[in-house]
């Protein structure tokens, strides 16, 4: 391991009268094989945070925080950057994710049992180049398996965050979690209440991006199950999970709507792997409401928007999770005219490579079916015909600009809609995209009518 760590980590190390530990992340993907595109690189040592401190700036780091009273220190060398932390024990009011009392000590014993995951709690001690493995983590990294420190019991009843862990660490990793952990972490679910909005969704984002940290195939999925068969993400996402056992037709789905939702996800790029997990989470909704699905894309993108409010996603991402929850429908039995079809390509050309991307997830998911979904097939064709004929998208693309109609006689006022009615003119291809036609067409038709 010791050619895998930066020259000046090895120095620092060196400089140090007492031994300095790589510990958690990084150790255990070595261990087991895992290549991470970013590597984070945690240490330890029994030492203070003021004496590490001041060995780390005669090595030439920077020091860029310093806790004195949790013991951590944050340092960086050039491109590098690590994370200390002095040895100690923690204690915790039931549940939550930050401990109430700090104990420090030169016991790595007791460092190693603060820790969650036993493939967690293995040290590289780099002056000496050697593994330290106090807890049995390296053979939880041989069997893939991920077990706790302690008692589960104990472990998720500390740090309601922990729960999160366990679905996204298993899910990036492959690591199976032992039967006590499941059914410890599914008596403590409730304690995922007690932590911050930010880093519960924090740590879902990554669960739903978990196949890319070690390209863990379905890793995101596997991660959502867990959450599901501990029961949190139940407290998440109630109104999805309202569908769990809620059959839909058997000639168009082989699973109930909350498994579909799964599965949803499973199949989407990683692009829109949050709209793919909401995509149908109207459906139980209508159905208890209404006793019918239909309409479920409509109360799906105001339920999506709720989800996301509660969940704190950024502005952005919250406005186009919305979009393609509400536009995940159309054209589903491809029977829309094709200028209407048109006008929708336009209208959601900014996120339309996204449309198809939940279109053809929403598709594989119904039946495990990896060929193209026909209404994808038929949005494809008729926009590789718009971009064939020249037909503008956008109104940037759109060859006459508001100055040339001001210059027709148009009132400033009514300018902006003027050239939104003349991109769709262009693309049903009535007009022309050219300059002296689209004027020409526009005071025949618009200017009249404002006359």
Do not use: W
Not at 229 to 235: A, F, N, P
């Amino acid at each position: 391991m010791i050619n895998t760590l930066p020259q000046s980590l090895i120095r620092l190390a060196e400089n140090c009268p007492y031994p300095l530990y790589v510990v958690g992340g990084r150790v255990r993907d070595f261990l087991a094989g895992l290549n991470p595109d970013k590597v984070d690189t945690d240490i330890c040592a029994p030492a203070s945070a003021e004496d590490f401190t001041e060995r780390a700036k005669s090595c030439g780091f920077i020091v860029t925080a310093c806790y004195k009273n949790t013991g951590t220190v944050k340092i960086e060398c050039g491109e590098d950057d690590f994370e200390f932390t002095c040895f100690r024990s923690d204690e915790y009011v039931r549940g939550e994710h930050v401990p109430t009392n700090i104990f420090f000590t030169q016991d790595i014993n007791l460092d190693a049992r603060r820790r969650d995951f036993k493939c967690n709690a293995i040290y590289y001690d780099i002056k000496n180049r050697s593994i330290v493995d106090p807890l049995g983590g390296v053979s939880d990294i041989e069997n893939k398996r991920l077990t706790t420190v302690a008692p589960p019991e104990k472990v998720f009843g500390e740090d309601g965050l922990r729960l999160m862990r366990l679905a996204r660490i298993s899910a990036q990793t492959g690591f199976v979690p032992s039967a006590d952990c499941m059914d410890a972490a599914f008596k403590h679910r409730k304690l995922i209440q007690d932590v911050s909005v930010e880093r519960v969704t924090a740590e879902l984002n990554l669960i739903l991006h978990a196949d890319e940290r070690y390209g863990m195939t379905l890793g995101h999925y596997k991660g959502l199950k867990i959450l599901k068969d501990i029961g949190v993400l139940q407290i998440l996402l109630p109104e999805l999970c309202e569908g769990e056992g809620m059959v839909q037709r058997k000639d168009f789905h082989d699973y109930d709507v909350l498994e579909h939702s799964l599965r949803c996800a499973a199949y989407a790029d990683k692009s829109v792997r949050l709209a793919a997990l909401l995509h149908d989470v109207g459906k139980p909704y209508c159905m208890n409401k209404y006793n019918a699905f239909a309409g479920h894309d409509r109360e799906g993108a105001r339920i999506a928007a709720e989800i996301c409010a509660r969940l704190k996603m950024p502005k952005k991402l919250t406005e186009e999770v919305v979009r393609l929850v509400a536009t995940h429908m159309y054209d589903l039995k491809c029977d829309a005219k094709e200028n209407k079809v048109r006008k929708f390509i336009v209208e959601n050309i900014d996120i339309f490579d996204k449309i198809l991307l939940i279109k053809q997830a929403d598709f594989s998911a119904c039946k495990d079916n990896s060929d193209t979904a026909p209404s994808v097939i038929k949005l494809k064709n008729i926009y590789a015909k718009m971009v064939d004929e020249g037909v503008p998208f956008t109104l940037r693309e759109l060859n006459v600009k508001g100055n040339d109609l001001i210059d027709s006689g148009f009132p400033p006022a009514e300018v902006g809609a003027t050239l939104e009615k003349l991109l769709f003119d262009c693309c049903i291809n009535a007009v022309e995209n050219n300059r002296q036609k689209l004027i020409d067409y526009a005071c025949k038709v618009y200017l009249i009518r404002l006359k």
